[in-house]
């Protein structure tokens, strides 16, 4: 396991960061183990195109539902009359049927930045978990980010979809590559950002 605690000052938030780190550790720990000698169906796409990431995992999410596949995780709700324009007004839907849920918090008129909602995302994270992750045909997640590169969101959903065998599709950002490749461990497959890419992929992964 990786020496890499950040120690801070205050003794709270020190045991707070050592727990995040030592989560995403002793996941990609447990998933390395499970699946030695296999191969663990996990990929995943990026894209340098706005929106693009989010559109291509929203499309195979509904292809798939369209065949009768079941399916769970969270995607963007593309139809959302957000509104501002740089993405800091989003709701993602649990598949397969809902609810829809706001993640990014309004800082005001005017602000420039950007914050993702804590409460929103902890409540995607239990309507997430509360599925039947181990009865499902794949797992889906619009984007790995920040909760996810510190060992929180959606990893521990991750980690119970491949240990029973369900494979796993997300979407990662250019700049959370780098995070992504150190909690999968590099056994995820990159895929084509295109349709076609993430079509095949998916039928194979589905055997």
Request: glycine residues 10%; contains cysteine.
């Amino acid at each position: 396991m990786r020496n890499n605690y950040r120690w801070i000052d205050h003794s709270d938030e020190t045991v707070l960061k050592m727990s995040e780190l030592l989560a995403s550790e002793i996941i990609l720990m447990h998933l390395q183990c499970n699946f030695k000698g296999t191969l663990m169906k996990i990929a995943y796409i990026t894209s340098q195109k706005p929106g693009e990431i989010d559109r291509l995992i929203e499309e195979t999410a509904q292809k798939l539902l369209q065949q009768g596949k079941k399916i769970t995780g969270i995607v963007k709700v593309m139809d959302y009359d957000a509104r501002h324009d740089d993405g800091c007004d989003m709701k993602v839907k649990v598949l397969p049927t809902g609810p829809e849920i706001q993640i990014t918090q309004s800082l005001g008129a005017g602000s420039g930045a950007c914050r993702l909602d804590p409460a929103g995302i902890a409540e995607a994270v239990v309507q997430v978990e509360a599925a039947p992750l181990h009865d499902c045909d794949m797992f889906i997640l619009n984007k790995f980010g920040p909760e996810e590169a510190s060992g929180r969101g959606f990893c521990t959903a991750i980690g119970t979809a491949l240990d029973h065998g369900v494979p796993v599709l997300l979407g990662v950002g250019s700049a959370a590559i780098a995070d992504f490749d150190a909690f999968s461990g590099g056994l995820a497959k990159q895929l084509n950002a295109d349709s076609a890419s993430l079509q095949t992929w998916v039928a194979q992964a589905a055997l």
